[in-house]
């Protein structure tokens, strides 16, 4: 009896095996064929486009608003008897009034493509070019430059149905003269438009236009005349896209560098039994919808050869003298044919399909096929009759199409379900709908080899759905249409979309490991490779330092005869800083020399930097002005750092110019380059047997952009188009001067360094895969380090980009030469290599993409050709500029690296800004520290930058400059209500001072409770002799 307990072991090991291989299906408890239905798991190419989509009419409202032409639609459903309830697209969503929330929607979900069309009768009210709407080309205008602000692809159709009603008053579609209508319409919305728009769609499923606006009638226009007119219209619709397409090959491919193609719909048919006529039934059907318009367009200018025989045939039959469908002449087909750069296809349900002979005594396109057609009531159903849920479909329909027009790229621009007119944000439907059919378009390009690109999601909103009109939903945002503001609401399959797309697909989760990889910043930033965490030393020697400047922390603003500074003068008239705060007292770090010495020497730093007061030394800026007291308190300072082992880093110009030189034009008066040498000569004379480290300027481009560009910093002068350029060329002859004085006068005897600091954003590419998009984070990256540091770091001239644009920018606004200063030949060899060293101040980063602006006046910002944003999805700080984006300091310093040729870098400020509360438990700072300082370790060790030092923004709360004292950087809260302005140590503190002790991090042995007890005790340690020096008196 014993074998029978194996088997029925067995059996039951046979079971558990076979349970665990039953495959996942994409469409559970419906659709469970293994080989058809078997969930498939995988992510889609690199590349791949994710969209949503709405259209003009259906969305818009504002249907006669600022100089808007009636469409047909207008007038269609104006007529009344025509859609249900009489509903109109008057108002729709409203979205002629709601860029600002649609793109907001679309960004929310990731998508990196939004499809939208234009309103013919919005730009041409009577759908002539002598009639230009400017309001209408406003409105989309204003539309395209919001979504590439947000790094989202315009794919634009010129299309969708909403015909200008003056045009249809004289045939519409039915009049051949509408093809030069539409070509002309066409090619001024490439001239218009087209410098931003790359992805154009001449129309949206030109069937629905033909046989519901012109055969059944129950779309607009409504004419019912499905036997001839169908077949003109669709004659007219083709030979107008090849017009259209032609205009774009011609006359704007070459410099717009887009692509151009026509989107199709169609059902999947399929035989309903594998009986040739069944088979020959289903391939009619698909001939007769798409190779109808595909045909001449994908293959040889002609309708397909059995439409041609079906219609003739029945043509004779019905006493028609030829054939009711038309023909093209042979320079017709030619011109026709080939005129796409891909396939467009909305794809919603499927059919099955069967061979009927149909022999009537009136023609009609339905009777012309010889097909019959219906749909399985087991398959689901939506809130539309002719929509039931078959996920299958659009996998062998992309098949059929692939193989069909010889593997042309294919954009699915609609796929969506709907859902009855009801308050329902959890919908499970549209949820299993987007997964399910999402997953088949997977398996149609990993297992069929289908050329699919990309995959738009319908719709993006509720809207009015045609004849249907309201009564039906196919958004993944709810639209309260009772409400005047038409507010949107997300439903949930916002949730499963966005999580889709932002997996780029399906990736199978790694069951076989629990190994979850450490973050850098968890819970926000959790790319494996990118984020994840790196433990290890910094080089031994590495620069620990942390930062502050003059104006910021000294105060004694007018003591013992300093000179006013620009920044005395901008912040006493008012106006300009936040609470009309002033540095007057600031933190009175001029009276705390001791107390500051104290805090830096707490924290283990070997380094400090700080920077020198001009106008505290030399009152009015010149030579013949010399304040003793002032020399005297710089040199007390840096004593004091020596006497605790802490090395000076000393930065001769941050920001507060003497006033006096302000009064001659400051830095736009090129007499500024010798009195900031006679200046940087007296200090490196004075201070620099103890100084070994120099930065002749901090953050030059803020002097230049925010002190000259737009006025918001002292000296407070907007002017962005000239005095930018003039005051960054004479700031670049400053710093070389100075340093050719140390180089030639000081260097061997002093053996000092001297170098200069810029700052700047890691300026990411919206899509790495889009060249466009990478030229424009590289164009930006050179106008902000490149304009100072390619003269300075490589040529001793301007980066060749900045030029070019300057140029190009300069002559179309009709300036004699380039707003752009030249350097001299010699010029430029006296600038090239003078900077022993890269100081990089880095806070946040930035998205950019390529935005071509061209305006009448110069401007440095729009010079430059870019739009840049920053993920809502990142961290914020109590500064509206700033958001905690670890990854983009590792980047930028292999950035910099790379581009001047591996030379030593010093990040000299990196930090963040909380809310000017009491909060000693700064628990943002902490991660940013940790985080950022991670992300350089990981620029040294895995990238190979030449990282020297990291310098922590900043030592204590201080001046912020415009924002006064509402923002507080420091590791140190300043009470500056308290006459001693009493300094308390952050927790931020402590984790610096770890993290400086400990050189980095170092991994513990994780094997050992002994390793980790004693990583406690460590920290505790820290703390406690960090508490205990913080408090010990000089």
Request: hydrophobic residues 35%; glycine residues 8%; contains cysteine.
């Given at each position: 009896?014993?074998?029978?307990?194996?088997?029925?072991?067995?059996?039951?090991?046979?079971?558990?095996?076979?349970?665990?291989?039953?495959?996942?299906?994409?469409?559970?408890?419906?659709?469970?064929?293994?080989?058809?239905?078997?969930?498939?798991?995988?992510?889609?190419?690199?590349?791949?486009?994710?969209?949503?989509?709405?259209?003009?009419?259906?969305?818009?409202?504002?249907?006669?608003?600022?100089?808007?032409?009636?469409?047909?639609?207008?007038?269609?459903?104006?007529?009344?008897?025509?859609v249900y309830n009489n509903d109109t697209g008057d108002v729709a969503c409203d979205s002629y009034n709601n860029i600002?929330?649609?793109?907001?929607?679309?960004?929310?979900?990731?998508?990196?493509?939004?499809?939208?069309?234009?309103?013919?009768?919005?730009?041409?009210?009577?759908?002539?070019?002598?009639?230009?709407?400017?309001?209408?080309?406003?409105?989309?205008?204003?539309?395209?430059?919001?979504?590439?602000?947000?790094?989202?692809?315009?794919?634009?159709?010129?299309?969708?149905?909403?015909?200008?009603?003056?045009?249809?008053?004289?045939?519409?579609?039915?009049?051949?003269?509408?093809?030069?209508?539409?070509?002309?319409?066409?090619?001024?919305?490439?001239?218009?438009?087209?410098?931003?728009?790359k992805f154009w769609i001449t129309f949206n499923e030109p069937w629905i236009v033909s046989m519901l606006g012109y055969?059944?009638?129950?779309?607009?226009?409504?004419?019912?005349?499905?036997?001839?007119?169908?077949?003109?219209?669709?004659?007219?619709?083709?030979?107008?896209?090849?017009?259209?397409?032609?205009?774009?090959?011609?006359?704007?491919?070459?410099?717009?560098?887009?692509?151009?193609?026509?989107?199709?719909?169609?059902?999947?048919?399929?035989?309903?039994?594998?009986?040739?006529?069944?088979?020959?039934?289903?391939?009619?059907?698909?001939?007769?919808?798409?190779?109808?318009?595909?045909?001449?367009?994908?293959?040889?200018?002609?309708?397909?050869?059995?439409?041609?025989?079906?219609?003739?045939?029945?043509?004779?039959?019905?006493?028609?003298?030829?054939?009711?469908?038309?023909?093209?002449?042979?320079?017709?087909?030619?011109?026709?044919?080939?005129?796409?750069?891909?396939?467009?296809?909305?794809?919603?349900?499927?059919?099955?399909?069967?061979?009927?002979?149909?022999?009537?005594?009136?023609?009609?396109?339905?009777?012309?096929?010889?097909?019959?057609?219906?749909?399985?009531?087991?398959?689901?159903?939506?809130?539309?009759?002719?929509?039931?849920?078959?996920?299958?479909?659009?996998?062998?329909?992309?098949?059929?199409?692939?193989?069909?027009?010889?593997?042309?790229?294919?954009?699915?621009?609609?796929?969506?379900?709907?859902?009855?007119?009801?308050?329902?944000?959890?919908?499970?439907?549209?949820?299993?709908?987007?997964?399910?059919?999402?997953?088949?378009?997977?398996?149609?390009?990993?297992?069929?080899?289908?050329?699919?690109?990309?995959?738009?999601?319908?719709?993006?909103?509720?809207?009015?759905?045609?004849?249907?009109?309201?009564?039906?939903?196919?958004?993944?945002?709810?639209?309260?249409?009772?409400?005047?503001?038409?507010?949107?609401?997300?439903?949930?399959?916002?949730?499963?979309?966005?999580?889709?797309?932002?997996?780029?697909?399906?990736?199978?989760?790694?069951?076989?490991?629990?190994?979850?990889?450490?973050?850098?910043?968890?819970?926000?930033?959790?790319?494996?490779?990118?984020?994840?965490?790196?433990?290890?030393?910094?080089?031994?020697?590495?620069?620990?330092?942390?930062?502050?400047?003059?104006?910021?922390?000294?105060?004694?603003?007018?003591?013992?005869?300093?000179?006013?500074?620009?920044?005395?003068?901008?912040?006493?008239?008012?106006?300009?800083?936040?609470?009309?705060?002033?540095?007057?007292?600031?933190?009175?770090?001029?009276?705390?020399?001791?107390?500051?010495?104290?805090?830096?020497?707490?924290?283990?730093?070997?380094?400090?930097?700080?920077?020198?007061?001009?106008?505290?030394?030399?009152?009015?800026?010149?030579?013949?002005?010399?304040?003793?007291?002032?020399?005297?308190?710089?040199?007390?300072?840096?004593?004091?750092?020596?006497?605790?082992?802490?090395?000076?880093?000393?930065?001769?110009?941050?920001?507060?110019?003497?006033?006096?030189?302000?009064?001659?034009?400051?830095?736009?008066?090129?007499?500024?380059?010798?009195?900031?040498?006679?200046?940087?000569?007296?200090?490196?004379?004075?201070?620099?047997?103890?100084?070994?480290?120099?930065?002749?300027?901090?953050?030059?481009?803020?002097?230049?952009?925010?002190?000259?560009?737009?006025?918001?910093?002292?000296?407070?002068?907007?002017?962005?188009?000239?005095?930018?350029?003039?005051?960054?060329?004479?700031?670049?002859?400053?710093?070389?001067?100075?340093?050719?004085?140390?180089?030639?006068?000081?260097?061997?005897?002093?053996?000092?360094?001297?170098?200069?600091?810029?700052?700047?954003?890691?300026?990411?590419?919206?899509?790495?895969?889009?060249?466009?998009?990478?030229?424009?984070?590289?164009?930006?990256?050179?106008?902000?380090?490149?304009?100072?540091?390619?003269?300075?770091?490589?040529?001793?001239?301007?980066?060749?980009?900045?030029?070019?644009?300057?140029?190009?920018?300069?002559?179309?606004?009709?300036?004699?030469?380039?707003?752009?200063?030249?350097?001299?030949?010699?010029?430029?060899?006296?600038?090239?290599?003078?900077?022993?060293?890269?100081?990089?101040?880095?806070?946040?980063?930035?998205?950019?993409?390529?935005?071509?602006?061209?305006?009448?006046?110069?401007?440095?910002?729009?010079?430059?050709?870019?739009?840049?944003?920053?993920?809502?999805?990142?961290?914020?700080?109590?500064?509206?500029?700033?958001?905690?984006?670890?990854?983009?300091?590792?980047?930028?310093?292999?950035?910099?690296?790379?581009?001047?040729?591996?030379?030593?870098?010093?990040?000299?400020?990196?930090?963040?800004?909380?809310?000017?509360?009491?909060?000693?438990?700064?628990?943002?700072?902490?991660?940013?520290?940790?985080?950022?300082?991670?992300?350089?370790?990981?620029?040294?060790?895995?990238?190979?930058?030449?990282?020297?030092?990291?310098?922590?923004?900043?030592?204590?709360?201080?001046?912020?400059?415009?924002?006064?004292?509402?923002?507080?950087?420091?590791?140190?809260?300043?009470?500056?209500?308290?006459?001693?302005?009493?300094?308390?140590?952050?927790?931020?503190?402590?984790?610096?001072?770890?993290?400086?002790?400990?050189?980095?991090?170092?991994?513990?042995?994780?094997?050992?409770?002994?390793?980790?007890?004693?990583?406690?005790?460590?920290?505790?340690?820290?703390?406690?002799?960090?508490?205990?020096?913080?408090?010990?008196?000089?």
């Open positions: 009896m014993a074998w029978k307990g194996v088997v029925v072991i067995l059996s039951l090991v046979i079971a558990s095996i076979s349970s665990q291989e039953e495959p996942e299906y994409v469409y559970p408890d419906v659709f469970n064929d293994p080989e058809r239905d078997a969930f498939h798991y995988g992510t889609f190419p690199e590349g791949f486009a994710w969209s949503s989509a709405t259209s003009s009419y259906q969305i818009e409202g504002a249907w006669d608003a600022d100089g808007k032409g009636e469409s047909i639609w207008d007038r269609f459903a104006h007529e009344g008897g025509h600002e929330e649609d793109v907001k929607m679309i960004k929310a979900m990731g998508l990196g493509y939004y499809r939208f069309s234009f309103s013919w009768p919005r730009i041409l009210p009577d759908g002539t070019i002598n009639n230009i709407n400017a309001k209408g080309v406003e409105y989309y205008s204003n539309l395209i430059d919001a979504l590439l602000v947000e790094c989202i692809t315009p794919m634009v159709t010129l299309y969708h149905w909403d015909l200008p009603q003056a045009l249809q008053d004289v045939g519409g579609w039915a009049n051949e003269t509408i093809v030069d209508h539409f070509n002309d319409y066409a090619d001024f919305c490439f001239k218009t438009f087209g410098t931003r728009v055969g059944a009638g129950s779309f607009a226009p409504g004419i019912v005349e499905p036997a001839i007119t169908v077949y003109v219209v669709t004659h007219n619709i083709i030979k107008s896209h090849a017009t259209s397409w032609h205009n774009y090959d011609d006359n704007y491919r070459s410099s717009q560098k887009g692509k151009i193609g026509i989107t199709l719909n169609s059902d999947f048919f399929e035989p309903f039994t594998k009986s040739q006529a069944d088979v020959d039934a289903a391939e009619r059907g698909l001939q007769f919808q798409i190779g109808w318009f595909a045909h001449p367009i994908f293959k040889d200018g002609d309708y397909p050869q059995v439409m041609k025989e079906n219609v003739a045939y029945k043509s004779a039959m019905q006493g028609y003298p030829k054939s009711r469908l038309p023909e093209f002449t042979d320079d017709e087909k030619e011109y026709i044919k080939g005129t796409t750069d891909f396939f467009g296809l909305n794809h919603y349900t499927s059919v099955y399909t069967i061979n009927v002979t149909t022999d009537t005594t009136d023609g009609a396109y339905w009777t012309d096929q010889n097909i019959a057609t219906w749909k399985d009531e087991a398959w689901p159903r939506s809130g539309s009759t002719w929509l039931q849920v078959v996920p299958w479909g659009i996998r062998r329909l992309l098949n059929w199409i692939d193989n069909e027009y010889d593997g042309i790229p294919i954009y699915v621009t609609e796929n969506g379900v709907s859902t009855a007119d009801v308050f329902e944000i959890d919908d499970v439907i549209r949820q299993k709908y987007y997964r399910s059919y999402i997953n088949e378009v997977l398996k149609a390009i990993d297992i069929d080899g289908s050329n699919v690109k990309g995959y738009t999601a319908w719709s993006l909103m509720d809207n009015f759905e045609w004849a249907s009109g309201y009564s039906e939903r196919f958004g993944m945002h709810y639209v309260d249409f009772n409400d005047p503001n038409r507010k949107r609401t997300p439903k949930n399959s916002t949730i499963i979309y966005a999580k889709i797309v932002a997996d780029n697909g399906f990736p199978k989760d790694d069951d076989t490991s629990d190994e979850e990889p450490e973050y850098v910043y968890p819970d926000v930033f959790n790319d494996p490779e990118r984020d994840a965490f790196h433990y290890g030393t910094f080089p031994e020697g590495f620069a620990w330092s942390s930062a502050t400047s003059s104006y910021q922390i000294e105060g004694a603003w007018d003591a013992d005869g300093k000179g006013e500074s620009i920044w005395d003068r901008f912040a006493h008239e008012g106006g300009h800083v936040y609470n009309n705060d002033t540095g007057d007292v600031a933190c009175d770090s001029y009276n705390n020399i001791k107390e500051d010495v104290k805090m830096i020497k707490a924290m283990g730093l070997g380094y400090y930097r700080f920077s020198l007061s001009w106008p505290r030394i030399l009152p009015d800026g010149t030579i013949n002005n010399i304040n003793a007291k002032g020399v005297e308190y710089y040199s007390n300072l840096i004593d004091a750092l020596l006497v605790e082992c802490i090395t000076p880093m000393v930065t001769l110009y941050h920001w507060d110019l003497p006033q006096a030189l302000q009064d001659v034009g400051g830095w736009a008066n090129e007499t500024i380059v010798d009195h900031f040498n006679d200046y940087a000569d007296f200090c490196f004379k004075t201070f620099g047997t103890r100084v070994k480290f120099w930065l002749t300027f901090n953050e030059p481009w803020i002097v230049t952009l925010l002190g000259y560009g737009d006025g918001s910093f002292a000296p407070g002068i907007a002017d962005p188009a000239i005095t930018v350029y003039v005051v960054t060329h004479n700031i670049i002859k400053s710093h070389a001067a100075a340093w050719h004085t140390y180089d030639d006068n000081y260097r061997s005897s002093q053996k000092g360094q001297v170098g200069i600091t810029l700052n700047s954003d890691f300026i990411e590419p919206a899509d790495r895969s889009n060249p466009e998009d990478v030229a424009a984070a590289d164009r930006c990256l050179q106008f902000q380090v490149g304009w100072f540091a390619h003269p300075i770091y490589v040529d001793g001239d301007y980066p060749q980009v900045m030029k070019e644009y300057i140029a190009e920018k300069s002559a179309m606004q009709n300036y004699t030469k380039s707003r752009l200063p030249e350097f001299t030949d010699e010029e430029k060899a006296y600038i090239k290599g003078t900077g022993d060293f890269f100081g990089l101040n880095h806070y946040s980063s930035v998205y950019a993409v390529n935005v071509v602006t061209n305006t009448d006046t110069g401007n440095y910002w729009t010079d430059q050709d870019i739009g840049s944003w920053k993920d809502e999805s990142w961290p914020g700080s109590a500064s509206s500029w700033l958001k905690v984006v670890p990854w983009g300091i590792r980047r930028l310093l292999k950035w910099i690296h790379d581009e001047y040729d591996g030379i030593p870098t010093y990040v000299t400020e990196n930090g963040i800004s909380t809310e000017d509360v009491f909060d000693l438990n700064d628990v943002s700072r902490q991660k940013y520290y940790r985080s950022y300082i991670n992300e350089v370790l990981k620029a040294i060790d895995i990238d190979g930058s030449n990282v020297k030092g990291y310098t922590a923004w900043s030592l204590m709360d201080n001046f912020e400059w415009a924002s006064g004292y509402s923002e507080r950087f420091g590791m140190h809260y300043v009470d500056f209500n308290d006459p001693n302005r009493k300094r308390t140590p952050k927790e931020s503190t402590i984790m610096y001072a770890k993290i400086v002790a400990d050189n980095g991090f170092p991994k513990e042995d994780d094997t050992s409770d002994v390793g980790r007890f004693t990583g406690c005790i460590t920290l505790v340690i820290s703390a406690a002799i960090y508490s205990l020096l913080s408090h010990i008196m000089y």
